[in-house]
């Protein structure tokens, strides 16, 4: 009898954007010519082109390939060198992070959730409430968690609520934790965290020999100059702390699959009876067990990213998106509905109109606006009552989304 992992039993009906295109299949099967306006707002996905820099070295990289005295085959599971020096010269100067501590990949959101792979049983997880819902999900894929109550929220975890009151950003938790998953700027509600606020939580992880998985996927789309764009930017992080970053929103690679992981090597976990164990060779041990490493094609196309003329193409794709953020966010505020975030992430956080759920406000912008939107729900019980808009999208686009908010609320 061949036995299944019955913790996947555990997980609600669907996962929350699987459930978003259900709703919109049905959407678009039962009104054809509705269907024709449909501007998507929902899912954080990229619309505009690769950079020309990134074009160009895959173009060359492509050619390599095709020669026999430049072809490669498998290359380090790690990642080539020259894209990890890159990240650390452009990314992490002067922060003490060595190339050999970067480990790149296909994408954040796998990292976040195999990085589990190394962490064993009985630890005490904590998450933010609203939370991307990754970091839930992989914890019950492997056990981390009991069954969900009524509201979603599964036994086992440890809630930080993040409200209008705290700015989004969860005050330290009064009891022990050993994982701490914090995300910033933060997906789904756009908000950020001040340099004292990571301090702090710097010091609690410190204190309680815990670790911070530090999600900065969208560091590169902070515009004020005084928040930290990464953990390793607080005095005793490199200790406490990984952090995962990603080349998707940035350099527009959602479809072209490259991210990376930071794991310092003065990073620590615990055996069972308390003997210090550095995690960086558990999880390079991972890594090259289960994964062949992002294609050579691909990581020339990320290391151009950081090239002169990368940096200026990418520039101005963040510029452009976080352009039309500032559009949404004032569209939501003149309809007279509150707003958070899209100033420091290219996501804005709106409460839904008095009596309307989060998948309620979902029906209503597919319905009467066609535009979808994603419910705050989606992301936990806190996110009930808010919904989130993506500002990733052309700027045409986002004007007339923008038109029919004030339409649908005016």
Known sequence: MARINENFLKLKAGYLFPEIARRVNAFTEGNPEAAKRLIRCGIGD????LPEAC??????????????????????????????????????????????????SDGSKCDTGNILDIFGKGNVIAITDPVYPVYVDTNVMIGNTGDADETGAYAGLVYLPCTPENGFVPAIPDRKVDLVYLCYPNNPTGATATRAQLEAWVAYARANQAIILYDAAYEAFIQDPELP????????????????????????????RCAYIVIPKTLKGYTADGQEQAIHPLWSRRHS??????????????????????????AALIEGYMGNA????????????????????????????????????????L??????????????AAGEGYFRISAFNTRANVEEVCRRIGATFG
Request: hydrophobic share 45%; with cysteine; aromatic share 12%.
């Open 326 to 365: 500032k559009l949404l966010r004032e569209a939501c505020a003149a309809a007279g509905l509150p707003v958070f975030g899209g100033v420091n992430a290219p996501y804005v956080w709106v409460g839904c109109p008095a009596g309307l759920t989060s998948w309620d406000m979902f029906d209503k912008m």
């Open 46 to 49: 990229v619309t505009e082109p």
């Open 55 to 104: 074009r160009q070295a895959m173009h060359e990289a492509i050619d390599e390939l095709g020669n026999a005295a430049t072809f490669k085959g498998y290359g380090p599971e790690q990642g080539y060198a020259f894209l990890r020096e890159a990240i650390v010269e452009n990314q992490f100067a002067g922060l003490g992070i060595a190339a050999d501590e970067v480990f790149i």
């Open 367 to 380: 319905n009467e606006a066609n535009v979808v939107i994603t419910p705050g729900s989606g992301f936990g």
């Open 289 to 314: 067990t289960k994964f062949n490493g992002a294609s050579y094609p691909v990581q020339k196309g990320a290391a151009a990213v950081f090239s002169e003329a990368g940096k200026a193409q990418v």
């Open 229 to 256: 764009r990464s953990i390793f930017e607080i005095e005793g992080a490199r200790d406490c702390a990984m952090e995962f970053r990603s080349f998707s929103k940035n350099g527009g690679f959602t479809g072209v």
